[in-house]
């Protein structure tokens, strides 16, 4: 990989290796625990691809940014979170939104613009929301969501909640001013707010050593006074274990955390960029540490998933998602007259 | 502007019985924190220094810096930590010193509190109250003296609303907060040291109503906020020489009370809309072109329109005061369209 700093090896990622050599119910569930994130991965990658097709098709329009690459990220983080917890993200959020449990039936009539979309097919790809999930979007204002962060973390915190906020950005973000001023003041007021910032070497079109004098993005959050270490982004059961401690830490009273994780984007930025930023050497040097492959491979290597295993869950994924599909093409569109709907609460309807 | 002025209606201070708009708001706060463990007051300078318009003197004593909370001069992220808090279940306040700085944080406001809800297909609701100030007259020069509440005005999504007289500084506050949407709630600087009597039992008031501050039957002067004194003073000219003006307060400026406005029209058949801020493309832009579309044929004259000049504000008194509508430019205004010459 070409990150160019070292990474900090976490200490947490050595549970898996204690895992591995523990017996009986604890081996099992740590392999049920492996296995449910490479299902989780593998969901993440194959509704995208599909959501490509429906793209190419014009049954998904607008601007669709994917995730295909970073799956390890969402699937490692969402289950160190619990229903109570928070979480704000960004216009990269379909992983995120299926990690977190919206069904992919709410999150692909989104994509349609349905009514039965988790936004009511007001938000479309980039602004899933989910009040059953506390699933806060969906921001397409880079950095945007870090202020929303961290006034859940504060509502949290003056109410004495043991709530977490997981608030997802991107390499971009650290240029913006928000990310300067939410660190500071998540750090000044201790909020329980979890930074997971998705460092996917990519701006749209600029690498991060083009936007960014300090590229060490974990480094400079340090600066700020929150606990901050990078991640091996490429390895799910390493950002499993970093979510785990860093959730954990947060949850006691740690103060704001902040990971970096170090991924990739295999894709373009969004469906209109012609990526011309890149070579595919650079591209395919990244695959070769693909997490859903690297985790399989694993699996495999201590025996904990079998030879047709791979292929019996992509075909349940599979049906889901063909499920979603054809509840998405089938779902009612919103009425017009329901236009202005939503802009003022409806408790208090006004002209 | 240090002067003291005289609440509409209200016998003269100087009795000392009476209060200041100032402290009408930091009672209004103080009845809302005291009233509701979901509210609390964050921003620059609110708690220690006692607010930079000494609004929220000693409130800091009274409930602790856990709900009176400075902030870092972030507007931003403090605007926005305001939208989650509320996101949450919370009932912030936010302070944000002057409408001037309250751009750094109009990702916050326009991208986030007014969107939410929309975006989210009504799963979210914003129940955020901003307060800022607004105005000029204070020789504060051009970063510090804008309005620019009409801007705000334009967006879907928000709730805008000036208090202009000490009940509406007691009151508003409190039907804001009970409101499920994004409030801002702009004062203008030269009310602050505003005073006169308050009613004993002054609380809530309606905020989507326009008030008719001043009957009258010749024309209407549509005013709101750090105008409407001087509206109601140049009022007061006019009956002398002979023109009765009725002089309505907006206090609502988004919505805008059109009822209000348009029987008021009704009655007078004169329009003048009466806005410290720029004209182009402005609140008073949109208010005249309500009355034309709604009562054009009701009208006797053209609206007439006194706004600011297109200048950012001067620091120097005189070029100030030339700078935003004076009573005198109120005067000639409103005999314009009473005579036809407008
Ligand atoms: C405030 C703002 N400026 C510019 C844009 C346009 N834009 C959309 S995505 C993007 C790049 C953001 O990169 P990053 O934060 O690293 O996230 P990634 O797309 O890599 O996940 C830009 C510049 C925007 N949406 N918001």
Redesign the pocket.
């Given at each position: 990989m070409t990150t160019k700093k070292t990474v900090k090896t976490d200490p947490g990622g050595a549970a898996g290796e204690a895992a591995r050599t523990a017996g009986g119910a604890a081996r099992d569930a740590a392999a049920k625990e492996r296995r449910s994130l490479l299902h989780e991965m593998l969901r993440i990658r194959r509704f995208e691809e599909r959501c490509v097709e429906l793209y190419s098709a014009a049954e998904i329009r607008g601007f669709m940014?994917l995730y295909i690459g970073e799956e390890a990220v969402a699937a490692g983080v969402m289950p160190e979170l619990g229903p109570e917890d928070a979480v704000v993200t960004?216009?990269?959020e379909h992983g995120h939104a299926l990690a977190r449990g919206i069904p992919a039936e709410a999150i692909m009539a989104e994509m349609f613009g349905r009514s039965t979309g988790c936004s009511r097919g007001r938000g479309g790809s980039m602004h899933l929301f989910d009040a059953a999930t506390r699933f806060y979007g969906g921001n397409?204002?880079?950095?945007?969501g870090l202020p929303l962060a961290v006034g859940l973390a504060l509502a949290d915190r003056m109410r004495g909640a043991d709530r977490v906020t997981a608030c997802f950005?991107?390499?971009?973000?650290a240029a913006?001013g928000e990310f300067h001023e939410c660190l500071n003041l998540a750090a000044l007021w201790r909020l329980p707010v979890l930074f997971v910032c998705?460092n996917?070497q990519?701006?749209?079109g600029t690498a991060l050593a083009r936007e960014h004098a300090e590229t060490d993005l974990a480094l400079r959050a340090s600066s700020y006074g929150l606990v901050a270490w990078a991640v091996d982004g490429m390895d799910a059961l390493a950002v499993s274990a970093a979510a785990r401690r860093a959730a954990e830490a947060v949850r006691w009273g740690g103060g704001p955390h902040f990971l970096e994780m170090r991924t990739y984007?295999y894709r373009a930025?969004s469906m209109y960029d012609p990526d011309r930023y890149r070579t595919k050497a650079e591209i395919e040097e990244w695959r070769r540490h693909d997490p859903i492959d690297a985790l399989a491979a694993r699996l495999r290597a201590d025996g904990d998933l079998g030879g047709d295993d791979l292929a019996a869950m992509d075909k349940e994924i599979a049906a889901e998602i063909d499920g979603a599909v054809k509840a998405a093409r089938k779902a009612p569109l919103e009425p017009v007259a329901d236009l202005t709907r939503f802009v003022y609460s409806e408790r208090a309807v006004r002209p | 502007m240090t002067t003291t002025r005289t609440a509409p209606g209200a016998p003269a201070a100087g009795a000392n019985g009476g209060i200041t708009y100032r402290e009408a708001m930091r009672a209004a706060l103080r009845e809302a924190l005291a009233k509701d463990e979901r509210v609390f007051l964050m921003g620059e300078d609110v708690g220690r220094y006692g607010g930079c318009f000494a609004v929220s003197l000693g409130l800091l004593e009274e409930f602790g810096p856990e709900r009176i909370r400075d902030t870092p001069l972030s507007e931003s992220a403090f605007v926005g930590a305001g939208i989650g808090a509320a996101l949450a279940g919370m009932r912030p306040i936010v302070e944000i010193m002057t409408v001037n700085f309250s751009l750094l944080a109009l990702d916050q406001i326009l991208n986030n509190a007014a969107t939410l809800s929309h975006m989210s297909g009504g799963q979210f609701g914003v129940p955020l109250v901003i307060r800022m100030t607004t105005g000029a007259g204070r020789q504060l020069a051009a970063q510090h003296s804008h309005s620019l509440e009409g801007w705000y005005t334009h967006i879907p999504g928000l709730r805008i609303v000036a208090p202009a007289t000490l009940e509406d500084a007691r009151g508003m506050l409190w039907t804001a907060l009970a409101d499920p949407d994004p409030v801002l709630i702009f004062e203008h600087g030269s009310l602050y040291t505003l005073s006169g009597e308050l009613p004993p039992g002054a609380g809530a008031v309606d905020i989507d109503r326009a008030a008719v501050r001043r009957p009258g039957s010749d024309v209407s002067l549509i005013t709101y906020g750090g105008t409407l004194h001087k509206t109601l003073e140049a009022a007061g000219r006019l009956a002398s020489e002979g023109v009765e003006a009725e002089v309505l307060d907006l206090r609502s400026l988004r919505p805008l009370d059109d009822a209000t406005i348009m029987d008021s029209v009704r009655r007078t058949h004169r329009a003048v809309v009466v806005d410290e801020a720029w004209r182009s493309g402005s609140l008073s832009a949109e208010i005249s072109a309500r009355v034309t579309e709604q009562v054009f044929y009701e009208l006797d004259a053209p609206v007439a329109r006194v706004c600011g000049v297109e200048i950012p504000i001067p620091y120097p008194r005189h070029l100030e005061e030339a700078a935003v509508p004076q009573p005198d430019d109120v005067v000639a205004a409103a005999h314009r369209v009473v005579s036809g010459d407008a």
């Open positions: 940014h960004t216009y990269r397409a204002i880079v950095a945007g950005l991107g390499d971009g973000a913006e998705e996917n990519y701006a749209m984007r930025h | -």
